[in-house]
């Protein structure tokens, strides 16, 4: 007779000897919970991989120059009254040009502080230039700066130059435009440049007039 058939006599009463069982797995498991582990992760690395790819960087999109605009006509005359700036109530002029030009009037604004201070400082409070550019020839000029006759001039030349001689050339962010437009070789600290441009920018987005 097989073991697991004899009996045995327990308490005056036959009692069939079982087995043990053992509870078992199939060897299938461990493979299922290592092909989702590894779906997961791949999934994982792809997500990671779209979120560089689409987020904006601080020296890409969140400081390139072109789009629309981030402040109001508004809020522009606002900043050139609080700076007493001659072109004050000129921000109409500002912004429309830059929804033609599709740049953010707010880097025209924060050009405008770093190179005149809003036009009361330097050659601009006779050029009405909003980011004393060089003079070529047979262009109106003063002390080797174009000369416009009116601040709406000046910022549509701004304008055209940043969309026709840099964004058409790739260069779109602050940190590719500037050491161009005004490189360390005529004198200027490139850095601290760009550090006024995006102080300004955030601080005007932030609703800040004054930087």
Avoid: C
């Amino acid at each position: 007779m097989m073991y697991s058939q004899r009996l045995r006599r327990r308490g005056g009463r036959k009692v069939k000897r079982s087995r043990r069982r053992y509870r078992t797995y199939s060897r299938r498991g461990p493979w299922l919970l290592s092909d989702w582990l590894i779906l997961a992760l791949a999934a994982l690395l792809v997500a990671i991989l779209l979120w560089l790819a689409l987020e904006p960087r601080e020296e890409g999109g969140r400081y390139a120059v072109v789009g629309q605009p981030s402040v109001s006509a508004d809020f522009i005359d606002q900043v050139l009254s609080a700076y007493g700036s001659p072109a004050a109530g000129k921000g109409k002029a500002l912004y429309a040009d830059g929804l033609a030009y599709r740049i953010d009037p707010v880097y025209a604004l924060a050009f405008f502080l770093e190179e005149s201070r809003f036009g009361t400082a330097g050659v601009a409070r006779v050029t009405h230039s909003l980011g004393n550019i060089r003079a070529l020839a047979g262009q109106a000029s003063y002390a080797g700066y174009r000369r416009y006759a009116t601040w709406e001039e000046g910022f549509t030349d701004w304008y055209r130059l940043i969309a026709e001689e840099y964004v058409a050339r790739g260069l779109v962010t602050v940190d590719q435009i500037v050491p161009v437009y005004a490189p360390a070789a005529d004198g200027n600290d490139v850095a601290a440049y760009v550090r006024t441009v995006k102080l300004a920018v955030d601080s005007w987005r932030a609703g800040k007039v004054l930087v």
